[in-house]
């Protein structure tokens, strides 16, 4: 009887432990990584915050950084704007906001590049060209690529017959127009500015020599960009 009594007692204790276990988490016992135990993805540059607290990340390094979670390029890296001519906060952010940037893209006659590089930075814009935009616009402007002689894509136009500056063909190629998409990602700022050149020098007679020193950053900001005009 004595040893029954104590199966029973044993058995009752033994469930009682188990659906405690399995109940509710209100107190949630102290956790000792809770980086881990509350992950989170940081979007780049956002300013850094623990995710289980509302007090400011203390990461020496993104302290340094101004609370940054995107740290500068390892010494040796490939920079992505050497050039520093690219704002991010002038993306447009609606239809309005890209019509408006391309209009006044149209304004901008001269890059900002040094325009002591001017045949340098010309002669590289034919190369990215060649690379990446002849396949549609043909490598002589005339928008007869080998997408477009496939009979794969149609539509692409002719330089020669476009109303264009040196600023506009970066603001499409920053932002996109129309059926075009935007090619931010295929190439940084300071080439599609070459690229733009190029397409000035080569297919519209050399309208596209690049801005005196003196140019301010506010006649570039304009045609820093992106959407598409409907």
């Not at 609606?94 to 340098?120: C, F, I, R």
């Not at 043909?138 to 080998?146: A, M, N």
């Not at 539509?155 to 127009?177: C, F, K, Q, W």
Request: aromatic share 8%; glycine share 10%; hydrophobic share 35%.
């Amino acid at each position: 009887m004595k040893k029954n009594l104590l199966r029973i007692t044993a058995v009752l204790g033994l469930t009682t432990v188990l659906l405690n276990s399995c109940g509710p988490k209100e107190n949630v016992p102290l956790v000792y990584f809770p980086d881990m135990y509350f992950p989170v993805a940081y979007d780049p540059l956002m300013k850094a915050q623990d995710a289980y607290s509302d007090h400011e990340n203390e990461i020496p390094a993104f302290v340094k950084n101004s609370f940054a979670t995107g740290l500068s390029p390892v010494e040796g890296s490939v920079a992505q704007n050497k050039d520093g001519i690219f704002e991010e906060g002038l993306l447009p952010k609606n239809v309005d906001e890209y019509n408006a940037g391309y209009d006044a893209s149209k304004k901008m006659t001269a890059s900002p590049l040094n325009p002591a590089n001017a045949a340098k930075d010309i002669e590289r814009g034919k190369l990215l060209f060649d690379k990446t935009c002849a396949a549609c616009h043909g490598t002589g402007g005339d928008g007869q690529g080998p997408i477009v002689q496939s009979g794969a894509f149609s539509g692409v136009p002719n330089y020669a017959d476009r109303e264009i500056t040196v600023g506009s063909v970066h603001y499409v190629l920053t932002n996109g127009r129309n059926a075009m998409g935007s090619y931010a990602g295929q190439l940084n700022p300071g080439d599609r500015w070459r690229v733009a050149m190029y397409v000035m020098s080569a297919f519209k007679k050399g309208a596209a020599a690049p801005a005196a020193a003196t140019a301010t950053t506010a006649e570039a900001k304009p045609e820093t960009t992106t959407e598409t005009k409907k």
